[in-house]
T-cell receptor, first 115, second 110 residues
Framework: DGGITQSPKYLFRKEGQNVTLSCEQN?????MYWYRQDPGQGLRLIYY???????QKGDIAEGYSVSREKKESFPLTVTSAQKNPTAFYLC??????????????FGAGSRLTVL | SQQGEEDPQALSIQEGENATMNCSYK?????LQWYRQNSGRGLVHLIL?????REKHSGRLRVTLDTSKKSSSLLITASRAADTASYFC??????????FGSGTQLTVLP
């Protein structure tokens, strides 16, 4: 089955530690995205990548880093510089054709809690 | 940057009733999408409406778009307990990313 796999589903981190959230897709999508969701809130864009080896900052990139070395993978690192990292993190992908609407497919999410 | 805003923030109805939620946005768009999120899960795409369409149907879903008022509505007819979820509208950003509203939490009571 084609889809997006995020891991781990739950993650606990001590203050001052970096953690990396995994996102893998087998949909052959060009574009991938990371969103953050806080309780009762909408989604805020952290980073996105439209092609391999290229990515752009979203609205709340500070304290986060990403890489896009393979088309299938877009890991997100939450660094110790992120002051309030406890949140639900969602990865998404899309075919990002030059024309037409950009419909996103989402993973199941990773919930990060800082202790 | 928040583009779409849903209204109401929360909605509670009885099973069998219709649920209507609204989305307002600020800038011109060429399409608008609605997504659903079950608690603690990822979002699932429901329906897309283009700027040259006024209404679109998919099963029990009906979406309208009024570009002059910069607003859209999502109607779920004959609601079921399984429709309980958060519903988000999404509009295109400057670089093909999507901007999501804050969502409407729908509770359908059995």
């Amino acid at each position: 089955d084609g889809g997006i796999t995020q891991s781990p589903k739950y993650l606990f981190r001590k203050e001052g530690q970096n953690v990396t959230l995994s996102c893998e897709q087998n949909l052959n999508h060009d574009a991938m995205y990371w969103y953050r969701q806080d309780p009762g809130q909408g989604l805020r864009l952290i980073y996105y990548s439209q092609i391999v080896n290229d990515f752009q900052k979203g609205d709340i990139a500070e304290g986060y880093s990403v890489s896009r070395e393979k088309k299938e993978s877009f890991p997100l690192t939450v660094t110790s510089a992120q002051k309030n990292p406890t949140a639900f993190y969602l990865c998404a992908s899309s075919s990002a054709r030059s024309s037409g609407a950009n419909v996103l497919t989402f993973g199941a999410g990773s919930r990060l809690t800082v202790l | 940057s928040q583009q779409g805003e849903e209204d109401p923030q929360a909605l509670s109805i009885q099973e069998g009733e219709n649920a209507t939620m609204n989305c307002s946005y600020k800038t011109s768009i060429n399409n608008l999408q609605w997504y659903r999120q079950n608690s603690g899960r990822g979002l699932v795409h429901l329906i897309l409406i283009r700027s040259n369409e006024r209404e679109k149907h998919s099963g029990r879903l009906r979406v309208t778009l009024d570009t002059s008022k910069k607003s859209s509505s999502l109607l779920i007819t004959a609601s079921r307990a399984a429709d309980t979820a958060s519903y988000f509208c999404a509009t295109p950003g400057s670089a093909r990313q999507l901007t999501f509203g804050s969502g409407t939490q729908l509770t359908v009571l059995p």
